[in-house]
């Protein structure tokens, strides 16, 4: 292969640009993962499987609110069960917390897609550049 083709092939593989991108996709995959973080850290009392915290705290409070069954004994546990779960509808400050939690579940899964999608436009750009080292290895080699 002659010199002046070469430096064409080099020219055409742009690694200056190539390498500039992949800095670009790591200041993008940091920046997804401190708003993640950040996020995470704002809602933590919305975050857990099940009833996060601040539901479990609201319900907590409302247990020991129950009132008395009709014939004015305190509730037995099936109750003060039934009770409870009427509550997730007609407790505004339970009902808003559990509207709170969906919120933010799906906010962190949206986080997570965002940090995933930046992953793997890196890895993408780092599997080009070594195949770009293997064809610039080739072209030194001839």
Not at 63 to 74: I, T
Not at 103 to 111: A, I, Q, T, Y
Request: include cysteine; charged fraction near 35%.
């Amino acid at each position: 292969m002659e010199m002046e083709e070469k430096v064409r092939i080099l020219k055409y593989l742009d690694t200056k640009d190539l390498i500039a991108k992949i800095r670009q996709y790591e200041d993008a995959l940091e920046k997804e993962l401190r708003d993640e973080m950040s996020f995470k850290a704002q809602n933590h009392q919305y975050l857990g499987s099940g009833d996060c915290q601040e539901i479990k705290r609201i319900l907590g409070e409302l247990s020991a609110q129950a009132p008395e069954n009709e014939a004015g004994k305190k509730m037995t546990i099936a109750d003060k069960d039934a009770w409870l779960i009427r509550q997730r509808t007609e407790n505004k400050e339970l009902s808003d917390a559990i509207i709170k939690q969906r919120e933010v579940s799906f906010l962190v899964d949206d986080h997570q897609l965002k940090v995933d999608m930046s992953r793997r436009r890196l890895a993408g750009a780092i599997a080009v550049l070594a195949l770009r080292t293997q064809q610039l290895a080739f072209l030194a080699g001839n």
